[in-house]
């Protein structure tokens, strides 16, 4: 019983903070125990403990919260230390000085995935990503690669929604996220033109861990005045061989695998 009710905190606890990843950048405690279902008083003792650990802090004018300096440099080391970002960066580096765009890597978490770092084009018009944040599996290349070669329930539950419409061209119809997973699968890459993001064009390829097992996805991302359609047409040959190489770093040798199922049916 005690053991059941630790749990329980802890996941209390975790989901407070995962709450952090996406929305505004500071959240009140009304907004938390809407979103997490649980009480006001339960929801300000988890905050208290929290900021007094300095994994949150409070904005002495809006008596809203925010992440705090633990939490930066836990992150800054999970980054320091994470197996793809590693790998990824040296290629990423090669890939922006052959595209003059900028390049990222994204890794996929429970919900969502998240760009894990960029290398900014020199241009002085150019696109760049927010670090940490929680961004949808249903819209733009990086975030389609990594759905395409999600485990069968995985991909479902993403398609049973709900699917934010982010721009007019999101994609939110089952149907087309079907045609685009069946395309992403048989080619290896992903092509978006303002899906996720008004103005902005990008390639995106997914990358694999040893097991076979997609882990992320890599881009390139630029104004979609630059990035058009000749443009990705060009980049794609150059990103998927990049991802190929970072997958190999990460110990997979089996290209594209095979995936069917359900939700390409």
Known sequence: ?????????????????????EGPDSLGVSALARDLGLSKAVVHRILRTLVQRGLLETDAGTREYRLGPSA????????????????????????????????????HVPGGRVYLDQVESPREIKMTVELGRRFPLHAGSSSTCILAFLADEEIEAVLAGPLDVLTQRTIVDTAGLRQRIRDVRAHGFACSDGERQEGAGSVAAPVFGVDGHVKGAISVCGPAARVDSAARDRFVPLVTAA???????????????????RAIA
Do not use: H
């Open 1 to 21: 019983m005690a053991d059941s009710a630790g749990t329980e905190g802890a996941g209390r606890v975790a989901d407070v903070l995962l709450n952090f990843l």
């Open 72 to 107: 930066a440099a836990l992150g800054a080391r999970a980054l320091r230390e994470l197996d793809l970002r590693v790998a990824a960066m040296p290629v990423l580096r090669e890939l922006q000085a052959s595209t003059g765009e900028t390049t990222t890597v994204s890794a």
């Open 243 to 261: 991802a190929d190489r970072i997958s190999r770093e990460m110990g997979w040798r089996g290209g594209l695998p095979r995936m069917e199922g």
